[in-house]
């Protein structure tokens, strides 16, 4: 595969979809959990990486809220006290901590057998997760988007799924795509919420992301009422130049 996700571990990427994922289990309780790119699930970090822009930015906080949780969830993959993110958990360890049931689509197999032994009792499926997707009780899609066409099989899977609770990440570094995945969902008629975070200006060309978005689609309106209320914690924290932003678009 040409897709490592080892490299962007706990950047602000990874931070803002597992926020989001814990305020969506929180208020869903799914019998059964579904990713269709699951990865890894549990990732070993180098001292420098994409996670000193992301969770590292967040490891002290701790509280009741949103943000704190899930900096104490992550926390509880290092040692006791340890300064700095020693693993970070991916979508499907954190999720098996919510759910007792979870089929995990992983189409490379070196990956695949790393996240059975992080995630012991999922069903894990070396199978390519867009094209095997099926209605669920909750479905977590996060491609690697190293490909252009996987911004339309994303959608296009999404609309074999009209009515299922699901979740979609995207990456942004102009509004081009994002805005176009909006209008390719609305074609297969999916609705729902997309709640955008930037972290960097996007006037600012780099070559990491400049922000990242998820949409909600048949998501009880209180998960995506707490991921919204999470952003004036996450925007500050992440942020890349002094300012950061926030889009939500309902469709
Ligand atoms: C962004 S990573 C997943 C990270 C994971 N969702 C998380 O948040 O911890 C993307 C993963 O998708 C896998 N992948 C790529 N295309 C796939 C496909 N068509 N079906 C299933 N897995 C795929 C890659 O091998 C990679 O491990």
Redesign the pocket.
Known sequence: ?D???AR??GNAG?VF??VA?LAVLDELKPATYV???????L?PLGSAGEWGDGIQRLWNLSGGGLVGRYAELVRSFSKTGASRPETY??????ASRFVSRQVL????PQ?ASVLRKAVPNADVRV??????LQPADFV?I???Y?QKQ?WT?AARAAGRILGTPLLL?YPIKALTRPRALIQELVKQGVHGTAVELHWTPLRLKRDRLNGSGLIFANIPKAAVSAVCASLPDLGPALQTHGEWGSVVIGF
Do not use: F, N, Q, R
Request: charged content about 25%.
């Open positions: 595969m897709y490592a996700h962007h571990a990874d979809k597992h994922l990713e269709t790119h699951s990865g890894d699930g990732y958990p991916g979508s499907p360890l954190l689509y992983e189409i490379d990956a199978e390519d997760g867009l094209a095997a977590l996060d491609p690697p190293t996987e099989d990440w």
